[in-house]
């Protein structure tokens, strides 16, 4: 499992957002040393497979798998254990899914012995804002829906928890120092939203108490994306 980052660009993981494998290796070659992890995704994986992993990891930087698990347990399981073969050092499940089917998704985990991935359980998407959580019958709010979710992950054996930076403050309070936030809706100042609703800077998710930043199209969206993950670097001190 990686270590908790001790420098700015540790902390940065970047979102390979594409289906194409040649556009991600190169994106990952572009950005080698200017970001802690490399992150690949749905629209990725499903295009490319395991090779997509394989080929990005041999470039050197650790990879976050984030296949989003949400299953009955022993069907996340399953694909927990197929994706220890890969040696993801991140892999995601949605804490929705319960706490047997985390408790599952971290004992096949374990499997992997001393290299296995850190089991990182998602709470509410970043791209939902309270309206959107209210239509899907979750009342409360997104803070209150994330710390549930959370509580109930760490308590099932998830090892981070991946959250919007608007609760990175509130769950730091709530879990305290020892829990890795992970924190996706990141978006440098004037940057486009885009899809993504709860946001903040990277300094201020920084502030709030952010272990990782999970940055896509800031990065690979730019002209330059080493420059532009090194400002982002650069930003956080
Ligand atoms: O699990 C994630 O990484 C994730 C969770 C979440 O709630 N929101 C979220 O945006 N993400 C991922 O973080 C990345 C954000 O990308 P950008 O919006 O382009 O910076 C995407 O790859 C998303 O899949």
């Known amino acids: 499992m990686p270590a908790r980052p001790s420098s700015p660009a540790a902390r940065l993981i970047v979102a390979l957002d594409t ?4 556009r991600a290796t190169a ?10 992890l490399v992150k690949v995704g749905l629209e990725l994986f499903v295009a490319e497979g395991p090779r997509a992993v394989a080929e990005i990891a041999a470039l050197g930087a650790p990879v976050f798998l984030d296949l989003k ?3 009955i347990p022993n069907t996340v399981a399953g694909a927990v254990r197929s994706a220890n073969a890969l040696g993801a050092a991140m892999l995601t499940v949605h804490a929705a ?13 374990e499997a992997a012995g001393a290299a296995r991935p850190m089991i990182l359980a998602v709470t509410v998407l970043t791209s939902l804002g309270a309206a959107d959580l209210a239509a899907t ?12 979710l959370a509580r109930l992950a760490v308590e099932s054996g998830a090892d981070g928890i991946v959250c919007s930076p608007r609760e990175v403050a509130p ?26 609703k709860r946001v903040m800077t990277p300094a201020e998710a920084l502030a709030a108490g952010a272990d990782w ?4 199209r800031p990065i690979t969206g730019a002209a330059d994306p ?11 001190g």
């Open 97 to 109: 899914g319960g706490a047997e089917m985390i408790s599952a998704a971290r004992s096949a985990a």
């Open 27 to 36: 994106l990952a070659r572009a950005l080698a040393g200017e970001v802690g």
């Open 137 to 148: 019958g979750v009342a409360g709010g997104p803070v209150q829906q994330v710390l549930r």
């Open 213 to 216: 930043l999970v940055i896509g």
């Open 171 to 196: 769950l730091r309070d709530a879990l305290g120092p020892g829990v890795p936030l992970i924190v996706p809706g990141i978006r440098p100042a004037g940057a486009d939203a885009g899809d993504q």
């Open 19 to 22: 289906a194409d494998l040649a």
């Open 69 to 71: 698990l949400h299953d």
């Open 226 to 236: 080493a420059a532009a993950a090194r400002a982002i670097a650069a930003s956080l």
